[in-house]
């Protein structure tokens, strides 16, 4: 606690490097040279801090007789160490006198928080950290002698093997384990390392503290054996107690695992990347074991400044990650050719400290190798306290679910690969490859739904969903599921929902159904029901970490929930999720903040195609009608080359740019241009495309109606009416009541159009719904109800921006809309109702 009393800035949980120092003996060096000369010493001191600070980039969070830093490369805190180290030296010997420092380093999750001005004032430090990682790397510190620096087993591994990026710093650096220890507050024992310069006096052994001590077996401690008889004989008195046996590694239901890379030693390279993804597959069918996906695997491994080369080959880096995510074991598997036969083992290995827990084989009989995947596979879930029964229930054999093509599985495992890094294109590639060597291949139709599904192709990923739900009795039985699902998500869109939240519901730790669930909420409107979900994913540290903060924020945003957002957007845009940048963006831009919006927007590439549609609707909010213009005008011009929802997606916010600043022909120009183009080629498409561009079409019509002109309205209900395979939507059927209620307010009929919109009057109701019943209230006559729209439009800024129909295609109209309601009152009089420039109001 920090006694701010809730005026400090809220939390935010990160991963770095804790750097603790003290200065041996700084009250009896006080004494001996004198409080004037030590004055001095400690200015130079300081000095020389705060050039290894700067040269280092530490971050210091506190100081007395010694500092605690942070880093978030751990290689700089190491380097920030040696350089202190060797910086004291000159330092004494100056004065005659011996200048040492003990260190601690260690890596891991901490909370950050800054404390107000008037907590600061009051005595509290600038910033705050708490998290287990601090007391380990005190602890460290404390176990130090003088002049050593000492690392958790972590901080080894992840500094020894970028040592080389120190330069001349690095030259000569020797490295010791001093065994495991225990220490006070923290559960389990660690392993813990020194680090000596080139020519730096040589530590004693490790100093015992009341707060750590060496991890040694019974028999090396004295007074334990003298206990051992009575331990003994109330094991003996206990085992009748026991009704069944426990799990030899310490593991609980739904804990994660991370899966180091093969280490591939039969020499036969077909078996690269296919064992790998065979034995995920296999493990994966557990619902007692969760495995670190693929994707949150790389993008660790990025912040971590790491190639992704086939999964994580060194030890190492592969525990770091385990580490980061929260995991309780990580799995190394290896092939190796045993008189002929290939064996497939894994090792069960303990991140905190590279101790090995146990090694699982399965030697293969010929052609079978994945029957011996299989096997390992069940045994470590025995091993691990999974029931037999469960194993055999949740598991179906590799062949059966994959394919018995090695050739064609290490071709799906490569297209997993590129998904990953989100190259669809080369990802499709290798998934077509898979199903051409084997046909029956359901996961490599699976990838190819989802990689045109990525593209907006989803007329190709109909037909590849169709191949999958065809060979889904390959399917293991979560991937089954997951095609139900995405078959009613390209289909019928509106009962897709329902089958996300059953799933996620079912399988709560496969995030991939909870963000669809969320997104599908979120899309309808249903933001409360979406938030709990949407956090979920947020929160975990093992999947989906960007994608879950950017929807996550947009659903904070719709919410109002400005601060919430914005930080969740932050953290989004952090791991390079540029799309976060954009909706941090809008933020800004809902609490009139153009200045940071307008910074945001020059941080996205300038060849994102989709950033446009925000730099529109943020200039029309500004008042910017020039940049809008020329924002939306680009846009349009890169659509051309589009497909799908793409081709359509700039049309709108042209539109609006020409009617805000007075050019309504052009705008009338543009609205009956989509409103013809958006139903060529639009019978036997997928549901989700033809729900995408009728409602492109409705949106036209509404800005025709803004212009006064029925005519575009007129012919899209007519088109819509004729498609003989309309979807059954909500968001279609809400907008066609907004285009009735418009044309009836215009035909001087406001009741019936205030009786056509009561329906969608509730908790999901969309902007252009509220803005057509505040019009339609007004011309009635009905104050009461005038009112209450009004008060509704005016605490929706945020969902302005926010809410998604036709990918955003709205969001000009729906804030400047908005605005212009802003300030207005519930009386009749001053109300300045919400419409455009060039309308017939």
Same mark, same amino acid.
């Given at each position: 606690?920090?006694?701010?009393?809730?005026?400090?800035?809220?939390?935010?949980?990160?991963?770095?490097?804790?750097?603790?120092?003290?200065?041996?003996?700084?009250?009896?060096?006080?004494?001996?040279?004198?409080?004037?000369?030590?004055?001095?010493?400690?200015?130079?001191?300081?000095?020389?801090?705060?050039?290894?600070?700067?040269?280092?980039?530490?971050?210091?969070?506190?100081?007395?007789?010694?500092?605690?830093?942070?880093?978030?490369?751990?290689?700089?805190?190491?380097?920030?160490?040696?350089?202190?180290?060797?910086?004291?030296?000159?330092?004494?010997?100056?004065?005659?006198?011996?200048?040492?420092?003990?260190?601690?380093?260690?890596?891991?999750?901490?909370?950050?928080?800054?404390?107000?001005?008037?907590?600061?004032?009051?005595?509290?430090?600038?910033?705050?950290?708490?998290?287990?990682?601090?007391?380990?790397?005190?602890?460290?510190?404390?176990?130090?002698?003088?002049?050593?620096?000492?690392?958790?087993?972590?901080?080894?591994?992840?500094?020894?093997?970028?040592?080389?990026?120190?330069?001349?710093?690095?030259?000569?650096?020797?490295?010791?384990?001093?065994?495991?220890?225990?220490?006070?507050?923290?559960?389990?024992?660690?392993?813990?390392?020194?680090?000596?310069?080139?020519?730096?006096?040589?530590?004693?052994?490790?100093?015992?503290?009341?707060?750590?001590?060496?991890?040694?077996?019974?028999?090396?401690?004295?007074?334990?054996?003298?206990?051992?008889?009575?331990?003994?004989?109330?094991?003996?008195?206990?085992?009748?107690?026991?009704?069944?046996?426990?799990?030899?590694?310490?593991?609980?239901?739904?804990?994660?695992?991370?899966?180091?890379?093969?280490?591939?030693?039969?020499?036969?390279?077909?078996?690269?990347?296919?064992?790998?993804?065979?034995?995920?597959?296999?493990?994966?069918?557990?619902?007692?074991?969760?495995?670190?996906?693929?994707?949150?695997?790389?993008?660790?491994?990025?912040?971590?400044?790491?190639?992704?080369?086939?999964?994580?080959?060194?030890?190492?880096?592969?525990?770091?990650?385990?580490?980061?995510?929260?995991? %309780?074991? +990580?799995? !190394?598997? *290896? /092939?190796?050719?045993?008189? &002929?036969?290939?064996?497939?083992? =894994?090792?069960? #290995?303990?991140?905190?400290?590279? %101790?090995? +827990?146990? !090694?699982? *084989? /399965?030697?293969?009989?010929? &052609?079978?190798?994945?029957?011996? =995947?299989?096997? #390992?596979?069940?045994?470590?879930?025995?091993? +691990?306290?999974?029931?037999? /029964?469960?194993?055999?229930?949740?598991?179906?054999?590799?062949?059966?679910?994959?394919?018995?093509?090695?050739?064609?599985?290490?071709?799906?495992?490569?297209?997993?690969?590129?998904?990953?890094?989100?190259?669809?294109?080369?990802?499709?590639?290798?998934?077509?490859?898979?199903?051409?060597?084997?046909?029956?291949?359901?996961?490599?139709?699976?990838?190819?739904?989802?990689?045109?599904?990525?593209?907006?192709?989803?007329?190709?990923?109909?037909?590849?969903?169709?191949?999958?739900?065809?060979?889904?009795?390959?399917?293991?039985?979560?991937?089954?599921?997951?095609?139900?699902?995405?078959?009613?998500?390209?289909?019928?869109?509106?009962?897709?929902?329902?089958?996300?939240?059953?799933?996620?519901?079912?399988?709560?730790?496969?995030?991939?159904?909870?963000?669809?669930?969320?997104?599908?909420?979120?899309?309808?409107?249903?933001?409360?029901?979406?938030?709990?979900?949407?956090?979920?994913?947020?929160?975990?540290?093992?999947?989906?970490?960007?994608?879950?903060?950017?929807?996550?924020?947009?659903?904070?945003?719709?919410?109002?929930?400005?601060?919430?957002?914005?930080?969740?957007?932050?953290?989004?845009?952090?791991?390079?999720?540029?799309?976060?940048?954009?909706?941090?963006?809008?933020?800004?831009?809902?609490?009139?903040?153009?200045?940071?919006?307008?910074?945001?927007?020059?941080?996205?590439?300038?060849?994102?195609?989709?950033?446009?549609?925000?730099?529109?609707?943020?200039?029309?909010?500004?008042?910017?009608?020039?940049?809008?213009?020329?924002?939306?005008?680009?846009?349009?011009?890169?659509?051309?080359?589009?497909?799908?929802?793409?081709?359509?997606?700039?049309?709108?916010?042209?539109?609006?740019?020409?009617?805000?600043?007075?050019?309504?022909?052009?705008?009338?120009?543009?609205?009956?241009?989509?409103?013809?183009?958006?139903?060529?080629?639009?019978?036997?498409?997928?549901?989700?495309?033809?729900?995408?561009?009728?409602?492109?079409?409705?949106?036209?019509?509404?800005?025709?109606?803004?212009?006064?002109?029925?005519?575009?309205?007129?012919?899209?209900?007519?088109?819509?009416?004729?498609?003989?395979?309309?979807?059954?939507?909500?968001?279609?059927?809400?907008?066609?009541?907004?285009?009735?209620?418009?044309?009836?307010?215009?035909?001087?009929?406001?009741?019936?159009?205030?009786?056509?919109?009561?329906?969608?009057?509730?908790?999901?109701?969309?902007?252009?719904?509220?803005?057509?019943?505040?019009?339609?209230?007004?011309?009635?006559?009905?104050?009461?109800?005038?009112?209450?729209?009004?008060?509704?439009?005016?605490?929706?800024?945020?969902?302005?921006?926010?809410?998604?129909?036709?990918?955003?295609?709205?969001?000009?109209?729906?804030?400047?809309?908005?605005?212009?309601?802003?300030?207005?009152?519930?009386?009749?009089?001053?109300?300045?109702?919400?419409?455009?420039?060039?309308?017939?109001?």
């Amino acid at each position: 606690m920090n006694g701010d009393n809730g005026t400090s800035a809220p939390h935010n949980q990160q991963l770095r490097a804790l750097l603790f120092t003290d200065l041996c003996d700084s009250l009896l060096l006080v004494e001996r040279i004198g409080d004037v000369a030590a004055a001095e010493l400690f200015q130079e001191h300081d000095r020389l801090v705060l050039a290894l600070q700067q040269r280092w980039n530490g971050q210091l969070i506190d100081r007395s007789d010694g500092l605690f830093m942070l880093f978030e490369r751990p290689i700089d805190a190491l380097g920030f160490a040696l350089d202190y180290q060797r910086g004291l030296q000159p330092l004494g010997q100056a004065r005659d006198i011996r200048l040492q420092a003990r260190a601690g380093l260690h890596v891991g999750d901490v909370l950050t928080w800054e404390n107000s001005a008037e907590a600061v004032r009051a005595g509290a430090k600038a910033i705050e950290v708490e998290g287990l990682a601090k007391p380990m790397a005190a602890r460290l510190m404390q176990l130090a002698r003088p002049g050593q620096i000492l690392l958790s087993a972590v901080a080894e591994s992840i500094v020894r093997r970028s040592s080389a990026s120190l330069g001349a710093t690095a030259d000569g650096l020797q490295w010791r384990s001093f065994g495991r220890w225990r220490f006070k507050g923290i559960s389990q024992p660690a392993e813990v390392f020194g680090v000596q310069a080139a020519g730096m006096p040589t530590p004693g052994r490790l100093r015992h503290t009341a707060k750590a001590r060496r991890d040694l077996p019974t028999w090396r401690r004295p007074l334990a054996m003298a206990a051992q008889a009575a331990v003994l004989l109330a094991a003996v008195l206990g085992v009748w107690l026991l009704t069944r046996p426990q799990p030899a590694i310490a593991f609980a239901e739904r804990d994660w695992v991370v899966l180091g890379g093969l280490h591939n030693l039969t020499g036969n390279p077909l078996l690269d990347d296919a064992l790998d993804q065979a034995f995920r597959i296999s493990l994966e069918q557990s619902r007692y074991v969760n495995v670190v996906s693929d994707d949150r695997v790389g993008r660790t491994l990025e912040m971590m400044r790491k190639p992704l080369d086939g999964g994580i080959r060194e030890r190492g880096d592969a525990a770091a990650v385990a580490v980061r995510t929260g995991a %309780r074991l +990580l799995f !190394v598997p *290896s /092939a190796t050719d045993v008189g &002929g036969r290939t064996r497939f083992s =894994v090792e069960v #290995v303990e991140p905190s400290t590279l %101790r090995t +827990l146990a !090694v699982v *084989s /399965a030697d293969a009989k010929a &052609g079978a190798v994945l029957a011996a =995947v299989d096997d #390992v596979s069940h045994q470590l879930r025995d091993r +691990l306290g999974e029931e037999q /029964a469960l194993i055999q229930r949740d598991s179906q054999t590799l062949p059966e679910v994959t394919t018995g093509s090695m050739d064609a599985l290490r071709a799906f495992a490569l297209g997993q690969k590129r998904y990953v890094r989100g190259d669809y294109k080369g990802a499709l590639a290798f998934y077509q490859q898979a199903t051409e060597i084997d046909p029956e291949f359901a996961l490599a139709w699976l990838g190819q739904t989802r990689s045109h599904f990525a593209g907006t192709d989803f007329a190709a990923a109909a037909t590849s969903l169709a191949k999958a739900r065809e060979w889904a009795a390959h399917l293991p039985t979560r991937e089954a599921l997951y095609v139900r699902a995405w078959s009613l998500q390209i289909d019928d869109p509106d009962q897709a929902t329902d089958s996300w939240l059953r799933m996620a519901e079912m399988y709560p730790d496969y995030l991939a159904a909870t963000n669809n669930a969320a997104m599908n909420l979120y899309n309808e409107n249903r933001f409360a029901e979406a938030l709990p979900l949407a956090q979920r994913v947020a929160s975990s540290r093992v999947d989906l970490l960007a994608i879950g903060q950017d929807q996550y924020g947009r659903i904070l945003l719709a919410l109002g929930r400005y601060d919430d957002a914005d930080r969740a957007l932050a953290l989004a845009a952090s791991t390079g999720w540029e799309g976060a940048l954009m909706r941090q963006a809008t933020v800004a831009a809902a609490r009139a903040d153009y200045r940071k919006a307008e910074q945001l927007l020059q941080r996205i590439d300038p060849g994102n195609y989709h950033a446009d549609i925000f730099r529109t609707a943020i200039a029309l909010d500004s008042g910017r009608i020039d940049v809008a213009l020329a924002s939306a005008e680009r846009g349009m011009q890169r659509s051309l080359g589009k497909s799908g929802i793409d081709r359509y997606v700039y049309y709108l916010p042209l539109a609006v740019a020409h009617l805000q600043s007075g050019q309504g022909q052009s705008a009338i120009a543009l609205v009956e241009e989509v409103g013809r183009v958006a139903f060529v080629d639009i019978e036997g498409r997928p549901a989700v495309d033809i729900v995408d561009r009728v409602v492109t079409a409705q949106a036209a019509a509404l800005v025709g109606l803004r212009l006064g002109n029925t005519k575009v309205a007129a012919q899209v209900q007519a088109r819509i009416a004729a498609i003989r395979s309309l979807p059954d939507s909500v968001m279609i059927k809400e907008f066609d009541a907004v285009i009735r209620a418009e044309r009836l307010r215009g035909e001087n009929r406001p009741a019936e159009a205030l009786e056509i919109l009561q329906p969608f009057l509730g908790e999901r109701s969309r902007v252009q719904t509220r803005v057509a019943a505040l019009q339609a209230a007004r011309a009635a006559g009905d104050e009461s109800l005038a009112g209450q729209q009004l008060r509704w439009l005016q605490s929706r800024q945020g969902l302005a921006y926010a809410e998604l129909e036709c990918a955003f295609c709205l969001q000009g109209l729906n804030i400047l809309d908005i605005r212009s309601v802003e300030g207005a009152t519930d009386t009749r009089g001053p109300v300045k109702a919400p419409v455009m420039p060039g309308t017939a109001g």
